[in-house]
C-alpha cells in the first residue's frame, strides 16, 4: 500500500528547490515511480516514512536532451524510451543507448528515468556502467546552490549516494570523445526481459596501432555497487594488445571482484562468466575495430 | 488531501476527486469500474495492468493517480467501437490467443500501443513490445501471431 501522502507537482526548478527546502528528508522525489511504488508496495524500507511526493514530470527543463559546447546534456528525469529513440545519444553514446534498450520492458521505459536509475544507487542499475565509462558529470542544485560531481564520486555505497535532501539531481552531462573509441555493453539477468542485471560489464577502448591508448571498465550488479576499475585500466594502457594480455586483464578484473565482493555463495558461478564474457568483449572489440 | 484528477479516459473526459497515494490502476478499477484492466504482481514486472497512457504503454499499477492529470486514457473497454470488437481483439480470438485471459487486456494493450506507432512490426518488434506482459498459458506463439496479422492503421 502507498502511505497516505501529500502530492507536489511543482512546474519549474525553483518551485522544487523550495519544496525540497522546506519538506528535507520528509520528502521523497517521485519521476517514473517504477522504483518508489513498487518499493511501497513491497514495504520497502527505503521508502518510511515519506509524508511528501514531488513530482518531477511536470518540470519540462528536466526532461531534454541537449547538445552543449563539449558534449550532451541529458536532463535527470529523461525516460528510458527518450534516450533510446534520441538520435545524438545513440551517435555519440552507443553504450547507454544499448544499456537503455536493457532496462525493464517497454512499459517500465516510457516511464522510468535516468536520475531514477541512479539516485537510489542500486547495484544493478542497467544507466551505471555505460555512464561511468563514459566519465558522466551530474549537475545537483538545491536552494543555495549547483554543484557538479563526477558519477564515480557520487555513488558512495549500496543505496547511499552523495545527495542531501534537500537536493535534487537535474542533469547528467557525458563529454565527446575523441575519435576511434570502441566499446561494448553487456548484461545478464535471468531472463532477458525485465530482468533484474546479475551482471553487467561496460568497456571502452582506444587503440592506437595495435596499443592500447585508452581503456575504460566498469561493471554493475557483480559489484557492490556500480565502479570503474582504475588499476586495471592503468595497467593496460600502453600496452600491446594480444589473446595473452586480454586473458591477463580478464583474470585480474575476476580478481577485483572478488576483492569487492568478497566470496559469494554465486561466486563460483559469476567470477568465470564475467572473466570468459570480459575476454570475449575485448576480442569482439579488437576484431571489429580491425574491420574498419 | 483530496486532489481533483481531470483526464480523458477512453474519449471522455472526466473530473473526479480522490486521494494523492492511488495508483491509476485503482481509478480505473474501483472509481470508474473498468475492470478490464487487470492486477497481477502490482510491481511493474507481469504487465496484466498495461493500458495506454498519452500514446504509450505503461504499468497503471506504477502511475500515481495525480500523475494522470490531462493525460489521455485508453484502456481495453475503449477498443470495441459500436459494440463491435476492434480487429485486434478478432485477431486474438482468431488465433486462440486467449486461454484463461488475464493476461489479454495488458497484452491487446502493448499490441495496440506498438500498432499505432508501427503499422508493420517485425516479429522480433512485437516480442520486445510484449516483452513486459507475461502469459502462463497459451505460451506466446498464438499472441504473437495474432499481432502479426494485425497489420495497417488500427485506429
Given at each position: 500500500?502507498?502511505?497516505?501522502?501529500?502530492?507536489?507537482?511543482?512546474?519549474?526548478?525553483?518551485?522544487?528547490?523550495?519544496?525540497?527546502?522546506?519538506?528535507?528528508?520528509?520528502?521523497?522525489?517521485?519521476?517514473?515511480?517504477?522504483?518508489?511504488?513498487?518499493?511501497?508496495?513491497?514495504?520497502?524500507?527505503?521508502?518510511?516514512?515519506?509524508?511528501?511526493?514531488?513530482?518531477?514530470?511536470?518540470?519540462?527543463?528536466?526532461?531534454?536532451?541537449?547538445?552543449?559546447?563539449?558534449?550532451?546534456?541529458?536532463?535527470?528525469?529523461?525516460?528510458?524510451?527518450?534516450?533510446?529513440?534520441?538520435?545524438?545519444?545513440?551517435?555519440?553514446?552507443?553504450?547507454?543507448?544499448?544499456?537503455?534498450?536493457?532496462?525493464?520492458?517497454?512499459?517500465?521505459?516510457?516511464?522510468?528515468?535516468?536520475?531514477?536509475?541512479?539516485?537510489?544507487?542500486?547495484?544493478?542499475?542497467?544507466?551505471?556502467?555505460?555512464?561511468?565509462?563514459?566519465?558522466?558529470?551530474?549537475?545537483?542544485?538545491?536552494?543555495?546552490?549547483?554543484?557538479?560531481?563526477?558519477?564515480?564520486?557520487?555513488?558512495?555505497?549500496?543505496?547511499?549516494?552523495?545527495?542531501?535532501?534537500?537536493?535534487?539531481?537535474?542533469?547528467?552531462?557525458?563529454?565527446?570523445?575523441?575519435?576511434?573509441?570502441?566499446?561494448?555493453?553487456?548484461?545478464?539477468?535471468?531472463?532477458?526481459?525485465?530482468?533484474?542485471?546479475?551482471?553487467?560489464?561496460?568497456?571502452?577502448?582506444?587503440?592506437?596501432?595495435?596499443?592500447?591508448?585508452?581503456?575504460?571498465?566498469?561493471?554493475?550488479?557483480?559489484?557492490?555497487?556500480?565502479k570503474r576499475f582504475v588499476s586495471l585500466e592503468q595497467f593496460a594502457r600502453g600496452k600491446t594488445v594480444s589473446d595473452h594480455l586480454y586473458r591477463e586483464l580478464a583474470r585480474m578484473l575476476g580478481?577485483?571482484?572478488?576483492?569487492?565482493?568478497?566470496?559469494?555463495?554465486?561466486?563460483?558461478?559469476?567470477?568465470?562468466?564475467?572473466?570468459?564474457?570480459?575476454?570475449?568483449?575485448?576480442?569482439?572489440?579488437?576484431?571489429?575495430?580491425?574491420?574498419? | 488531501?483530496?486532489?481533483?484528477?481531470?483526464?480523458?479516459?477512453?474519449?471522455?473526459?472526466?473530473?473526479?476527486?480522490?486521494?494523492?497515494?492511488?495508483?491509476?490502476?485503482?481509478?480505473?478499477?474501483?472509481?470508474?469500474?473498468?475492470?478490464?484492466?487487470?492486477?497481477?504482481?502490482?510491481?511493474?514486472?507481469?504487465?496484466?495492468?498495461t493500458v495506454v497512457m498519452n500514446g504509450k504503454a505503461v504499468n497503471s499499477c506504477l502511475v500515481l493517480a495525480p500523475q494522470i492529470n490531462g493525460a489521455e486514457i485508453l484502456t481495453v473497454e475503449?477498443?470495441e467501437k459500436d459494440q463491435r470488437l476492434h480487429f485486434l481483439q478478432e485477431n486474438f480470438l482468431k488465433h486462440g490467443a486467449v486461454q484463461c485471459g488475464f493476461c489479454t487486456p495488458g497484452m491487446?494493450?502493448?499490441?495496440?500501443?506498438?500498432?499505432?506507432?508501427?503499422?508493420?512490426?517485425?516479429?522480433?518488434?512485437?516480442?520486445?513490445?510484449?516483452?513486459?506482459?507475461?502469459?502462463?498459458?497459451?505460451?506466446?506463439?498464438?499472441?504473437?501471431?495474432?499481432?502479426?496479422?494485425?497489420?495497417?492503421?488500427?485506429?
Amino acid at each position: 500500500m502507498i502511505p497516505k501522502i501529500e502530492y507536489f507537482s511543482p512546474v519549474n526548478l525553483t518551485e522544487l528547490l523550495k519544496l525540497l527546502d522546506r519538506h528535507q528528508q520528509a520528502a521523497k522525489i517521485i519521476a517514473g515511480g517504477t522504483d518508489i511504488i513498487a518499493g511501497f508496495h513491497q514495504g520497502s524500507a527505503r521508502f518510511k516514512g515519506i509524508k511528501y511526493l514531488i513530482d518531477l514530470n511536470w518540470i519540462d527543463e528536466l526532461k531534454k536532451v541537449e547538445l552543449s559546447s563539449d558534449g550532451i546534456v541529458i536532463g535527470s528525469a529523461a525516460s528510458f524510451s527518450e534516450i533510446l529513440k534520441n538520435e545524438l545519444i545513440n551517435h555519440h553514446f552507443p553504450l547507454l543507448s544499448t544499456a537503455a534498450s536493457r532496462v525493464g520492458s517497454v512499459q517500465i521505459r516510457n516511464r522510468a528515468t535516468i536520475g531514477g536509475n541512479f539516485v537510489n544507487n542500486a547495484p544493478c542499475a542497467d544507466s551505471v556502467p555505460a555512464l561511468l565509462v563514459y566519465d558522466a558529470e551530474i549537475r545537483i542544485r538545491s536552494v543555495e546552490a549547483e554543484r557538479a560531481v563526477s558519477l564515480a564520486d557520487f555513488l558512495l555505497k549500496p543505496y547511499q549516494t552523495q545527495l542531501r535532501s534537500d537536493e535534487v539531481v537535474t542533469q547528467i552531462r557525458l563529454p565527446f570523445l575523441s575519435e576511434n573509441y570502441l566499446g561494448d555493453f553487456y548484461k545478464l539477468g535471468r531472463r532477458r526481459g525485465v530482468a533484474i542485471s546479475r551482471i553487467t560489464l561496460a568497456v571502452l577502448m582506444k587503440l592506437v596501432e595495435s596499443k592500447i591508448d585508452d581503456i575504460r571498465i566498469a561493471s554493475g550488479a557483480v559489484t557492490p555497487i556500480g565502479k570503474r576499475f582504475v588499476s586495471l585500466e592503468q595497467f593496460a594502457r600502453g600496452k600491446t594488445v594480444s589473446d595473452h594480455l586480454y586473458r591477463e586483464l580478464a583474470r585480474m578484473l575476476g580478481n577485483e571482484i572478488l576483492d569487492a565482493t568478497g566470496l559469494r555463495w554465486s561466486s563460483a558461478y559469476k567470477l568465470p562468466v564475467v572473466q570468459q564474457t570480459f575476454y570475449q568483449q575485448l576480442q569482439h572489440i579488437y576484431q571489429t575495430g580491425n574491420l574498419r | 488531501m483530496t486532489i481533483e484528477l481531470n483526464f480523458t479516459i477512453n474519449e471522455k473526459k472526466i473530473t473526479l476527486k480522490t486521494e494523492p497515494n492511488r495508483r491509476l490502476l485503482d481509478i480505473l478499477r474501483q472509481e470508474l469500474n473498468l475492470t478490464g484492466t487487470k492486477e497481477g504482481c502490482a510491481i511493474g514486472e507481469c504487465g496484466a495492468c498495461t493500458v495506454v497512457m498519452n500514446g504509450k504503454a505503461v504499468n497503471s499499477c506504477l502511475v500515481l493517480a495525480p500523475q494522470i492529470n490531462g493525460a489521455e486514457i485508453l484502456t481495453v473497454e475503449g477498443l470495441e467501437k459500436d459494440q463491435r470488437l476492434h480487429f485486434l481483439q478478432e485477431n486474438f480470438l482468431k488465433h486462440g490467443a486467449v486461454q484463461c485471459g488475464f493476461c489479454t487486456p495488458g497484452m491487446l494493450m502493448s499490441a495496440y500501443a506498438l500498432l499505432s506507432k508501427n503499422p508493420n512490426p517485425t516479429e522480433a518488434e512485437v516480442k520486445e513490445a510484449i516483452a513486459g506482459n507475461l502469459c502462463r498459458c497459451t505460451g506466446y506463439k498464438q499472441i504473437i501471431d495474432a499481432i502479426l496479422e494485425t497489420e495497417g492503421d488500427i485506429k
